[in-house]
């Protein structure tokens, strides 16, 4: 179903894009838009604005509809919930979960474990063997 409404929203967009091309320009903003053209009569004017208007509405509708059948069935969903199993930290050891305290103080405690002995800040002496 969501396949034949994309493909219903786009046809309703190319047809919206020639009926906006085919309209005559009244600003003259390039130039281009005065003299007598192909569709020049006042009718056609009023034409190509219903239907655009008519296309405008659609595209609107097909919009709405496939964002709202795209969250139709998504469930709501807390981090804060799941379970921990979902993957290892690149440190080895898993972080177990909070007993007590808060999410800083856990994370926190977790950066002490998987924590390595600190490198050297600075140049070190070359010592024998």
């Known amino acids: 179903m969501q396949t034949v409404v994309i493909v219903i929203h786009l046809m309703i967009v190319a047809v919206m894009i020639g009926a906006v091309l085919l309209q005559k320009s009244e600003g003259g903003g390039l130039g281009m838009g005065g003299g007598a053209g192909f569709m020049s009569s006042r009718g056609t004017a009023n034409l190509l604005s219903r239907t ?48 007590s305290g808060g999410i800083l103080d856990s994370l926190k405690k977790a950066d002490e474990q998987q924590q390595a002995p600190a490198a050297p800040s600075g140049p070190q002496v070359p010592r024998s063997q």
């Open 52 to 99: 655009t208007a008519i296309l405008a509405a659609g595209f609107f509708v097909t919009s709405l509809f496939l964002s709202w059948y795209a969250g139709y069935n998504r469930a709501p969903s807390s981090i804060i919930g799941q379970p921990a199993s979902q993957g290892q930290p690149a440190g080895g050891s898993p972080i177990a979960p909070p007993t």
